[in-house]
């Protein structure tokens, strides 16, 4: 590591709890971090972190009830007002304060944001973040997931324009920005004319994981599965981007009984309708579809021992295909997991797909918005063709370990806190929160 620093470093989000993707990359991150000697600390409206290494902030949290009525005021309308003005205002101070006694009690040297400077799901928490920032020139890294100009339910802006173009994201001297894409480093500067960083989603390729089979038993006898049923895993969010039709139309085309499709997360981030139709679809077309959310916990949290709970890296190892045909992604966390178990899937070729992950040259099966009889034709063959299922597998874990492991994570982040902590000022002085590490 360029940095012979041992940092405090502070993670900052809406939520840090459960298996969705910021949750999980955030993880990541902190792992890689704490593996080069760093301690890393955690700050959120909804957190499942220690209570010795996090705080709390409830208001924080995106699903916070007046956090929400500001959102019903601010997005698809042009009204404004002093009083909405003046709770945010408040509110955003509240946040605040909560953030810098975050940052004082952890004596923390560097703040890791992760996506809420990027979408507007907490504008206060934006707000907040941009002030303290601004105001203690902290060393901060933005990680950026997804932008507002990603999502249509943020457009038009309306009533949230002056509040989105302050913070989301801000441009600070102190704030080094990463995205997790080219495209996204594009618009970003586009837009914004910020410049960034791209780190890609990652995983620890360098560690193949283990396989505990009987686990694997348990959750599949939970699911009432039978030895020769077919185990197909959409380890996604049941929200309306994830394009969960087309997995019901593949096992419905797959005409066995056999078949069996498990969706691993939940819905509620953008409301239940969409849960509801798709519960429909599969019951108009005579599909099994078993909802095991209640049953996921995060992977990284200290293993479960229950038979009715189990990790979502057990899950992907008790599956025998994995369907992911998403219709936008920013990376596609749910692709490299399944590469990672050594586990054939199903990808819609979303943009960025097309744009940074299919030329390196991955075996999978590929579908341009739409299913055909041929691509149905080749998952069959694929399930019960276990030699042509290990070549895959094998191929595309060697060009994930190449392109999205952990090395190129550290390799990046070396760059970054070169930049945010140059050699030169380090070597005359030492900061007043670092810690030191036996």
């Not at 992604?329 to 997991?337: I, T, V």
């Not at 149905?376 to 030699?387: A, L």
Request: proline share 5%.
């Amino acid at each position: 590591m360029v940095n012979p620093m041992k940092l405090n470093i502070g993670f900052v989000s809406t939520r840090f709890a459960g298996i969705d993707g910021v949750s999980l990359e955030s993880t990541k991150w902190a792992r890689v971090l704490e593996g080069e000697g760093h301690a890393c600390f955690w700050f959120a409206g909804e957190l499942s972190k220690s209570d010795h290494i996090s705080l709390q902030a409830r208001q924080a949290n995106f699903k916070d009830d007046q956090n929400q009525w500001i959102n019903d005021q601010l997005f698809g309308t042009h009204k404004k007002s002093l009083r909405l003005a003046r709770i945010i205002c408040n509110y955003k101070s509240t946040i605040a304060s909560r953030l810098k006694l975050f940052i004082d009690m952890y004596r923390l040297d560097l703040l890791v944001v992760e996506n809420a400077l990027a979408i507007p799901m907490h504008i206060p928490l934006g707000l907040a973040l941009t002030d303290v920032i601004a105001e203690t020139g902290i060393p901060t890294i933005a990680h950026h997931h997804d932008f507002y100009w990603e999502r249509d339910r943020y457009l038009p802006l309306n009533g949230s324009k002056i509040y989105i173009h302050r913070a989301f994201p801000p441009r600070l001297p102190n704030i080094e920005h990463v995205v997790i894409n080219s495209r996204a480093r594009a618009n970003l500067a586009r837009l914004r004319g910020i410049r960034a960083t791209v780190i890609p989603n990652v995983l620890d390729f360098e560690n193949a994981p283990s396989e505990d089979k009987e686990r694997n038993h348990a959750f599949r006898h939970s699911l009432g599965l039978k030895p020769d049923d077919m185990m197909l895993l959409q380890p996604t969010r049941v929200v309306e981007r994830k394009g969960i039709e087309a997995a019901i139309q593949l096992v419905k085309a797959l005409n066995h009984p056999r078949y069996k499709l498990v969706v691993s997360h939940d819905a509620g981030d953008e409301g239940f309708e969409y849960a509801s139709k798709i519960k429909r679809l599969a019951r108009e077309s005579g599909v099994d579809i078993r909802f095991v959310d209640h049953m996921v916990s995060d992977p990284f949290a200290p293993r479960p021992q229950s038979n009715q709970r189990f990790s979502l890296w057990e899950v992907y190892q008790a599956a025998d295909f994995v369907t992911f045909p998403s219709l936008y992604e920013g990376f596609g966390n749910a692709l490299l997991e399944a590469i990672y178990f050594k586990k054939p899937l199903l990808v819609n070729r979303y943009q960025i797909f097309q744009d940074e992950i299919e030329p390196k040259g991955f075996d999978l099966v590929k579908m341009d918005g739409s299913l055909t009889g041929e691509i149905v034709t080749d998952i069959k063959n694929i399930i019960d063709d276990k030699h042509r299922r290990g070549k895959m597998v094998t191929r595309n874990y060697r060009i994930a370990k190449e392109h999205y492991s952990y090395a190129l994570l550290r390799q990046q982040f070396a760059a970054i806190l070169s930049n945010l902590f140059p050699v030169q000022h380090l070597a005359q002085q030492e900061s007043p929160r670092a810690v030191a590490f036996s």
